[in-house]
């Protein structure tokens, strides 16, 4: 069973290593990678033709202007050959060297399901030894969706034949297409996914700023045109509950 892995970046350059690194290391081979890039200014690229010999094959790479993130990865998924597809993002990477491993293995003994998810680890930017906080997918349910809810998207692999099914990311969500994405397979496609108790990702906190109260606020403007594009039983306060979770996971630091 093969697995298509995308890598959106753009001047990715600061973290770019550890995420070619860390699916260079793991134990399971049979690895489509494809890795997209917006024009990026700085030695991006540099680093991607550095380490593509190593891949023997297994790497792809394009380098053109896009219209953001989840252009990307619609092209990522455009390009996959593999059966099953995730996304390990350029400030990302793998927790553990068998993470592929075990999501191979799952899909094989559980032939009927569509999708997998695990844990997200967030870790401090400059010191990725750090743990800042955990995003769990223990507790995720369908019907969470509508709370706000959904599984962390960096640890999701789902057949490929979904995003034939319901489409790619919406580019009409710059921010939360993402929730849309979930909306459509997890809500409205109702597809079968499985939990995997484990850490797949370690994904740095502390980046770039988000412009705080700003940024929360066009989100909820795009999770509540999405609510009312797919008729999903939810209103702004479901919504905003999913920031209690946010609140309690960083209490229990």
Known sequence: MKISLITATYNSAETLRDTLQ??????????????????????????????EPKFEGRLRWVS????????????????????????????????????????????????????????????DWNDTSKTVRMFSGKDFKREKICWGQMPPHPS????????????????????????????????????KTLYINDIFVNMRS??????????????????MRCIREHNLPSNFFKQVSRYFGKIISLLKK
């Open 156 to 191: 999701f692999y789902v057949k490929r034949e979904c995003y034939d099914k319901y489409g790619l990311y919406s580019l009409d969500y710059p921010i939360c297409a993402d929730y849309d994405m979930f909306v459509k397979m997890i809500w409205i496609g109702n597809i």
């Open 206 to 223: 502390g980046g770039t700023s988000s412009n705080g109260l700003k940024v929360h606020r066009k989100i909820m403007r795009e999770r």
């Open 22 to 51: 860390s699916v260079l290391n793991q134990t399971f081979k049979d690895v489509d990678y494809i890795i997209i890039d917006g024009n990026s200014k700085d030695n991006t690229i540099e680093i991607v033709k550095e380490f």
């Open 64 to 123: 053109e202007k896009d219209k953001g993130i989840y252009d990307a990865m619609n092209k990522g998924v455009k390009m996959a050959q593999g059966d099953i597809v995730g996304i390990l993002n350029s400030d990302d990477f793998f927790a553990s060297d068998n993470v592929l491993e075990k999501i191979n293995v799952a899909f094989t003994e559980n032939p009927g399901i569509d999708g997998v998810y695990a844990d997200v680890r967030y870790v």
